[in-house]
């Protein structure tokens, strides 16, 4: 008895095709959506230059918004200079530790747990972790496809 491929299967299609075009959805949105974060990043930049030069600190529209301009602070903290910072808190008289806390590398911890539910099941886990198995599809060749058309 031969098996037809899988690609043929009438009730394998429908699924395969309802995914391949809410995924192609998807990502139609996704650059969209970037497009318009782009396009509010530009119109922000104007809205703060402008308030700037009229000295306003906030200004409200006809729907009853308040735009309020605030200062922002965005720094670089990294495993690479983390020494560097505590350091220069400690020369400042502020003990380090205050502001630190205990990270877990989530990469690492997936793959244990996958381990440990792959040799032992799910069970062993502790509750506090929720931890949750499904499968899932992964698509090779998605973004050659999308290119192609």
Excluded at 44 to 59: A, C, Q
Excluded at 72 to 85: I, P
Excluded at 109 to 124: H, N, R, T, W
Aim: overall charge negative; hydrophobic content about 35%.
């Amino acid at each position: 008895m031969t098996e037809e491929p899988i690609s043929v299967r009438p009730s394998r299609v429908t699924p395969l095709l309802r995914y391949a075009e809410a995924r192609e959805r998807y990502e139609q949105l996704n650059e969209e959506a970037k497009r318009a974060r782009e396009e509010m990043e530009v119109a922000e930049y104007e809205l703060v230059e402008d308030l700037l030069e009229s000295g306003e600190t906030k200004r409200g529209d006809d729907r009853g918004r308040t735009f309020r301009l605030r200062s922002a602070c965005h720094f670089s903290l990294t495993e690479a200079n983390v020494e560097n910072m505590a350091e220069w808190l400690r020369t400042r008289g502020v003990d380090p530790a205050s502001m630190q806390k205990l990270e877990f590398r989530r990469s690492q911890v997936k793959e244990y747990l996958q381990e440990v539910v792959a040799k032992e099941g799910i069970e062993v886990c502790p509750p506090f972790l929720k931890v949750d198995t499904h499968p899932e599809i992964t698509v090779d060749g998605w973004k050659r496809a999308k290119e192609a058309t």
